[in-house]
């Protein structure tokens, strides 16, 4: 349970940690890709010890494009997925906090759907809609 409970942890403060700097790759007008390694040593406010690990991925693009446009009336689609190791236990929750200071955490949001109970591999993967 303590380990389920901090991949929740996990998962949410590592993201927006991965994702502090406002510089995503590629051109202003290609798709924006982000990652982060996911560990207990992550969790913000204080880190936890457990030996799962995982990695999350968010892929960024305008309305129904390949590529985001700052510019453009369209929402913004964010594609997710988050892969684990080491679960004691199936994910029970994820979402995405911010913004928020380095060692701090920020408000949640956007949920991020649990699509898999297995304790290894991809245990929330999908999309949502929003501004970025």
Request: glycine residues 10%; negative net charge.
């Amino acid at each position: 349970m303590k380990a389920r409970a901090a991949f929740a942890a996990l998962v949410a403060s590592t993201i927006i940690i991965a994702c502090s700097d406002d510089d995503p790759t590629g051109s202003r007008n290609s798709a924006r890709d982000y990652g982060a390694l996911l560990s207990g040593n992550a969790v913000r406010p204080l880190p936890v010890t457990t030996g799962a690990t995982g990695t999350a991925t968010i892929h960024v693009t305008s309305g129904t494009s390949d590529i985001y446009d700052p510019n453009s009336d369209h929402l913004a689609n964010f594609t997710y997925s988050v892969s684990v190791t080491g679960l004691s236990g199936p994910a029970m929750s994820a979402h995405v906090h911010g913004p928020a200071g380095t060692n701090d955490v920020g408000p949640i949001l956007a949920s991020l759907t649990i699509t898999s109970q297995e304790t290894n591999g991809i245990v929330s993967n999908g999309t949502f809609i929003g501004t970025e």
